[in-house]
């Protein structure tokens, strides 16, 4: 099993910035990739950014050019990094972490950008 705890969401005015955080514990498999995912209120579930053990990225196009992914694999640990935040960029905010054929998914961390 594996345990993804997140952290970093909150309140931030529009063209704030927040860091989010995403740990991982347990059966921890080197070879994974770590991604964030974010879900507005009566919306499906998206990718935002998503990053490989080896380091490479893709990001949703909304968020290109604003918003980092990045990991530090020695914690275990994925960062989004989210700049000139925008309303609809308001939703929880879920980290996943793939390995050996089986998703992992944190309980989500609340975004809310106001205007």
């Known amino acids: 099993q594996v345990q993804l705890v997140e952290s970093g969401g909150g309140l931030v005015q529009t063209g704030g910035s927040l860091r989010l955080s995403c740990a991982a514990s347990?059966?921890?498999?080197?070879?994974?990739?770590m991604g964030w995912y974010r879900q507005a209120s009566g919306k499906q579930r998206e990718l935002v950014a998503r990053i490989s053990s080896s380091g490479s990225t893709n990001y949703a196009d909304s968020v290109k050019g604003r918003f980092t992914i990045s990991r530090d694999n020695a914690k275990n640990t994925v960062y989004l990094y989210m700049n000139s935040l925008k309303p609809e960029d308001t939703a929880v905010y879920y980290c996943?972490?793939?390995?050996?054929?089986?998703?992992?998914w944190g309980k989500g961390t609340l975004v809310t950008v106001s205007s």
């Open positions: 996943r972490r793939s390995q050996d054929g089986i998703d992992y």
């Open positions: 347990g059966r921890i498999f080197i070879i994974n990739s």
